[in-house]
């Protein structure tokens, strides 16, 4: 069964440090998702893209986050400066299009930062 | 302000009986509605989705049923299994141009008993 890989499962860093998570979406999916999700809560959309493109980064905190899709395959989120706040799980997520509902989650990254 | 409510965190149920987790939504414009099942350290899995023409869709032993006047829907898990227990959120999405995003529930915290 075909399945969204990220990297790494676990992150423990000290703040001020970078950061960064990899994801490989179902194969053939278009559509690529980062969501950061804190314990209690639903998960938060980052970042959305299309391909290569990206859709929505509306919610990204552009000034420490970053996040690409060169080729709009696999995709790495990137943290710099990372801060206390950060600490979450970061979840990566694919559907096979843009406008098509269901998106398919990995296992996500459990990012400490201390 | 919460579009998607899941108005319970917890729930506990014996194993063999049902399990009804209830979720609450505001936007009309939402025309489809999803559940996701959540282990802790794990992402989201997809269990079952209904598009808003429908009041009804069966997967095995997980129902979701949509009241769309109510803006009320709910998923059924007959029989409950100890397997079972885990985080389950509803998400709901409307199409926005050629987009759709889900918006996410805070999740119930559902505990099978043997």
């Known amino acids: 069964e075909a399945e969204v890989a990220q990297s790494p499962r676990y992150k423990i860093t000290e703040k001020s440090q970078a950061v960064a998570f990899w994801c490989d979406p179902i194969?053939?999916?278009?559509?690529l998702y980062w969501y950061r999700q804190i314990l209690g809560q639903g998960p938060e959309l980052l970042v959305q893209f299309q391909d290569e493109s990206v859709v929505d980064d509306s919610q990204l905190p552009k000034d420490r986050f970053s996040a690409e899709r060169l080729k709009g395959v696999d995709s790495t989120l990137k943290i710099q400066p990372a801060e206390l706040g950060d600490s979450a799980m970061y979840l990566c997520a694919s559907s096979l299009a843009v406008g098509l509902g269901t998106q398919y989650f990995g296992p996500g990254t459990r990012l400490t930062v201390l | 302000d919460q579009q998607v409510k899941q108005n319970s965190p917890s729930l506990s149920v014996q194993e063999g009986r049902i399990s009804i987790l209830n979720c609450d939504y505001t936007?009309?414009?939402?025309?489809?509605f999803l559940w996701y099942k959540k282990y802790p350290a794990e992402g989201p899995t997809f269990l079952i989705s209904i598009s808003s023409i429908k009041d009804k869709n069966e997967d095995g032993r997980f129902t979701v049923f949509l009241n769309k006047s109510a803006k009320h829907l709910s998923l059924h898990i007959v029989p409950s299994q100890p397997g079972d227990s885990a985080v389950y959120f509803c998400?709901?999405?409307?199409?926005?141009?050629?987009?759709?995003?889900?918006?996410w529930g805070l999740g119930t915290s559902l505990a099978v008993n043997p």
């Open positions: 998400a709901a999405s409307a199409r926005s141009g050629n987009n759709r995003k889900l918006i």
């Open positions: 936007n009309s414009m939402f025309d489809y």
């Open positions: 194969s053939g999916h278009a559509t």
